[in-house]
């Protein structure tokens, strides 16, 4: 067994989508690769069209706390958000039950969209459909990016929302399990979609987190959120043109970058390889090599 790259230093589930997370010390990898509770729940509006912070920016005053076991949510409006006072509920709990029960009138009273809850017990609803599991980056990523703009870590955890965080390897360790480079120039025939793929399933790109596997699919391209305030939503000036001018700089010599079309890119995608079992803070990261 390899030396381990790091330990487990933090896992963070995001119940429902596009609201606040919950760091736990323990987490459950489901069958597909996902972790239990993680996007389990999301809003939805009338129409069925998906109600998120990117479009809907008024979820970032929506401050949320779980009680998992009993599928509760307690909420409240951030007091720094820059909302009327029509539209600031007091902070109330609600149980999370699919269908305009539970908290959907609550958050429509912020937002003034009528609401939905749905629910998916088994694999959530995760950003990319095609890597259901958990995102993973360095401490020392979130830490590196929070120096550039000033931030907190709390806040920079909230705007790049990262479920699994790694102690001990340099920043942006992370891109060398998604992209890694390669010793000869690729040939016409590797330029598939996937050109670190193998039928071996553990390669270079595969990793461990205690007894569990995964296989990095790719480095996360981010959206608007994590250019705005986590409580107000107000903007950043010129977050991402920054982000990308200091990513650029920040890349490593043994990363591939080749397939990016931009670097506002943050933490790896994965894809699960083992079935389901526990995850635990302090657990040894490790690097499988290609049997």
Known sequence: MADPAGRLARITL????????????????QAGGALA??????????????VNAKRTPWLHAVRAEYDL????????VDGAAPLPPERRPAA???????????????????????????????????????APGPTLAA???????????????????????????VAGPDAFWEDTLACPARSV???????????YAAADP??????AVGQQQWRATGVCRRCPVPGRDSGTGQEHHLFREVFEARRRA??????????????????????????????????????????
């Open 92 to 130: 109330a709990e609600f149980p999370l039950v699919p269908g305009p029960a539970g908290p959907c009138a609550w958050l429509a009273e912020v937002l003034g969209l009528d609401l939905l809850l749905e629910e998916r017990a088994e694999g959530g609803f995760p950003d990319d459909r095609d």
């Open 202 to 207: 553990v390669g270079p790109r595969c990793f």
């Open 37 to 50: 509770n993680d996007r389990r729940w999301r809003l939805v509006d009338a129409e069925g069209r998906v």
């Open 250 to 291: 920040a890349l490593r010599p043994d990363v591939d970058n080749s397939t990016w079309t931009h670097t506002y890119r943050l933490a790896i995608n994965t894809v699960g390889l083992s079935g389901p079992g526990p995850i635990h803070c302090g657990d040894p990261v490790i690097v499988l090599a290609r049997r």
């Open 69 to 76: 076991a009993a599928r509760r949510i307690r909420l409240r």
């Open 185 to 195: 120039a690729p040939t016409n025939a590797d330029m598939v979609a996937d050109p």
């Open 139 to 165: 401490a020392a990523t979130l830490d590196t990016v929070a120096a550039w703009f000033g931030l907190t870590g709390a806040e920079t955890r909230r705007r790049f929302r990262v479920n699994l965080e």
């Open 14 to 29: 995001y119940p429902v989508k596009s609201l606040d997370g919950v760091d736990v010390g323990s987490g459950l990898v």
